[in-house]
């Protein structure tokens, strides 16, 4: 940092007051060594030096300077842990001043400003002519005594028992970019902003009407942050930084004292204001009662009791608010490494009517400034809610400044669309049947079924169907047997007027027996084991495809039920999820931001489906293409699992487009000899799991096609966002993208 004097322009003193400081305190002489591969301490004796003085044009030739200096490697073994410049700048108020690089080794922030009080003291004799006597000295030896004897006595024991409590259970981990995984180097940038003077002042007004500290306040508007990007967490930790000084003498000592503490809260949605503020007061209170463990300690006991992959915080905060006494302006600057993905530091320590924010990110977490900027206008959002009202509960608050709401949830999420096509599902496919009767609907081993046969089959079962009592918004359950017959009894429900439910024929007999009841099905397709249920079921490979192949009438609109999908549900139980044809027909259509018009190529022929047909990802595979006039190659289950029978298929076809999971594609790509079949594709759609960048480059390295990243619950029709993987020339960001319309 630097440490600018209003007055103390004369250089020569400012030189023989630095060395007075050093000869006093005995921290700045400490030295390290290496004796038989340990490292040692010692303090040298005292030598005077002569500090190099820079000259500066301007306040700008100097910060570039400064910014540096203040990354320059410091060698550690058999030398001084400082580097010290005297600057002078032309034409500024301030124009003498002192730079200084210490190593956290021998100074803390406090030692900082001590320095410039020392300084200022020792000029101003210089400047009356009064010579120090010299009698005085701080001797950093005591501390480590006094921290000798701490660790051998009843106090250290007590702290131990109190941490070991604090971490019985394992602790959660508090993220503060989601997503993302941890980072791995600390190299950082910092990102320097003032509070306006205006909302200093309210805080401070603030903090003495409700009797409590600003440190206290802001701390509680991290919490409060972190909880609602951490909603599952109950507790919720940061770093943060005690003095650590426990008598008047260590607080004239410059050193290492200070104390890095994690700090953790517990909070409930439905705390008020005024109950996270008492909390943050208590939490406060016991890490001032135990801050002398080392925390080092602290994270070796965690490690050894529960063996967590990640650190006990990931934000750090500190609140610097001791006051130089001086006339000094001290700026401070980045050494460009933060050992945590965060640190914000607030400084009032020159008395200003501000605070001064110092925030340090690790550029392997945050892609950018910017992102720093939007957590502070965040954290600004907490603040302006505290301050107009105490009473607020945690799950109230909301964290997202209005210009960010309006881009998210207005801009961003603009997916409003006013469907024109009326017809339903089942009358789009109709259309198409109608317009090429010939081409290729449907490729299923040796089969190949046009538009026209495949409308007549599912025209013969829909028939039957609504003979058997099938009509408006009845649920028919089909047991997802992999072959050409599952695609029209698809189709068939729809025409007789029911909604299809996909069922595994590996399901234990009670969850397909819940589905049944749950749905009130009277009619199911497929070999169900239903004998204690009243339910007629169609033997669909016994069955007349002639029975009567003659168009049916239409009874459904798009409001009615298309598909019923079971997930597995948050409470043990399935869940039933209803899809009405409006939303199918939004999903598969193409419009300006949908999945057809986004992940689908206008020249493409045919769909590659492998997806086990219980998913609702298999609603792309089937009838998204049926809708558009595109061919469906369904592989069998065979086909499904094993490259080489898949890279064979697609050698006779050429299908163009390919959807799966990235589990399924890590596994079908593993024979190196078989990778072929990736070349064929235009689009390959991956979603539904975690999708790599690993995993990308290896789909990259031997296809053409654009690769995909889709997400969506099933409640949303299958996809709610799409993002094109390496559109982006420059890099590869595997993210979710951005929202269809849906």
């Known amino acids: 940092g630097a440490i600018f004097y209003e007055n103390n322009g004369r250089l020569e003193f400012l030189q023989e007051a630095l060395n007075e400081v050093i000869r006093k305190q005995t921290s700045m002489r400490l030295r390290f060594r290496e004796v038989d591969g340990h490292i040692q301490q010692y303090v040298t004796e005292f030598k005077r030096e002569e500090f190099e003085i820079l000259r500066f044009s301007s306040s700008r030739e100097y910060k570039e300077y400064a910014n540096q200096f203040a990354q320059t490697p410091m060698e550690v073994l058999d030398r001084a842990m400082y580097k010290i410049k005297l600057i002078y700048i032309e034409k500024q108020q301030r124009q003498a001043g002192i730079l200084m690089l210490m190593h956290h080794l021998i100074a803390d922030a406090w030692s900082f400003g001590l320095i410039a009080k020392s300084v200022d003291e020792s000029y101003q004799k210089l400047d009356c002519g009064i010579v120090d006597n010299g009698e005085e000295e701080y001797d950093y030896r005591e501390f480590i005594k006094d921290e000798e004897n701490y660790l051998s006595s009843p106090k250290y024991i007590s702290d131990e028992l109190y941490w070991r409590g604090k971490y019985h259970e394992i602790p959660e981990n508090t993220i503060i970019k989601a997503g993302k995984a941890q980072s791995r180097s600390a190299r950082a940038r910092r990102y320097t902003m003032k509070l306006p003077e205006d909302l200093y002042e309210k805080i401070e007004e603030w903090c003495k009407y409700h009797k409590t500290t600003p440190a206290v306040l802001l701390e509680t508007v991290l919490i409060i942050y972190l909880k609602k990007i951490n909603d599952i967490n109950k507790t919720v930790s940061i770093g943060v930084l005690s003095l650590n000084r426990w008598s008047k003498k260590q607080r004239k000592m410059t050193g290492t004292f200070i104390a890095t503490t994690p700090f953790i809260v517990e909070i409930n949605p439905s705390d008020t204001i005024n109950t996270i503020i008492k909390k943050v007061t208590d939490e406060q209170y016991n890490i001032l009662r135990h801050q002398r463990y080392p925390y080092s300690q602290i994270v070796s006991h965690v490690r050894k009791d529960h063996n967590i992959p990640y650190p006990l915080y990931n934000v750090l905060f500190s609140f610097q608010n001791a006051k130089t006494d001086t006339d000094a302006f001290t700026q401070w600057f980045s050494n460009g490494y933060s050992e945590v993905p965060l640190a914000i530091h607030v400084d009032n320590r020159d008395g200003e009517n501000t605070y001064t924010l110092n925030i340090d990110y690790q550029i392997d977490l945050f892609d950018s400034q910017k992102e720093i900027e939007w957590i502070i206008e965040r954290l600004g959002k907490v603040l302006e809610q505290i301050l107009s009202n105490q009473e607020l509960t945690v799950d109230s608050i909301n964290i997202l400044p209005e210009k960010e709401y309006e881009k998210i949830i207005l801009e961003f999420n603009n997916n409003s669309v006013t469907i024109t096509d009326k017809m339903c599902v089942h009358s789009l496919f109709e259309k198409q049947a109608t317009i090429k009767p010939d081409e290729i609907a449907l490729i299923f081993k040796e089969k190949v079924f046009t538009y026209f046969e495949l409308n007549a089959m599912a025209n013969s079962l829909a028939h ?40 595994a024929p590996d399901y234990p007999k009670e969850r397909i027996n819940y589905m049944l009841k749950a749905t009130s099905a009277k009619v199911c397709i497929g070999d169900f084991d239903v004998e204690d249920l009243c339910i007629f079921q169609i033997d669909i490979e016994r069955f007349d495809f002639n029975y009567n192949i003659m168009p049916i009438h239409n009874i459904n609109t798009i409001t009615d039920m298309c598909y019923v999908v079971f997930t597995s549900g948050s ?12 939303n199918v027909i939004n999903l598969c259509l193409k419009n300006s931001r949908n999945v057809y018009s986004k992940n ?12 086990n047909p219980i998913f609702d990802m298999y609603i792309t595979e089937s009838l998204l293409p049926l809708v558009n006039g595109i061919t469906i190659l369904l592989a069998d289950d065979e086909q499904c699992v094993n490259q080489k029978k898949l890279s064979g298929l697609c050698d006779l076809y050429e299908p163009d487009i390919f959807e799966t999971t990235p589990t399924k594609m890590k596994l079908l790509t593993k024979d190196s000899d078989y990778l072929n ?6 689009s390959i759609i991956l979603g539904g799991e975690s999708f790599s960048k690993e995993l990308y480059d290896a789909i990259k390295n031997n296809s053409e096609a654009k690769i995909y990243n889709n997400y969506g619950p099933a409640e949303t029709t299958v996809w709610s966002t799409i993002k094109e993987v390496g559109e982006n020339k420059a890099g590869c960001d595997v993210t979710v993208g951005k929202p269809i319309i849906n």
């Open 464 to 503: 039957y169907l609504r003979a058997k009592g099938v009509g408006n918004d009845n649920i028919v359950p089909i047991m997802a047997v992999r072959d050409w017959r599952m695609i029209v009894s698809m189709i068939a429900v729809l025409k007789a007027g029911g909604a299809f439910m996909m069922v």
């Open 571 to 582: 409470t043990g139980e399935p869940k039933a999820i209803v899809v009405e044809h409006k």
């Open 600 to 611: 689908i190529s206008e020249s493409s022929h045919m769909f590659l489906s492998v997806t």
């Open 677 to 682: 079949f990736l070349s064929y594709f235009k």
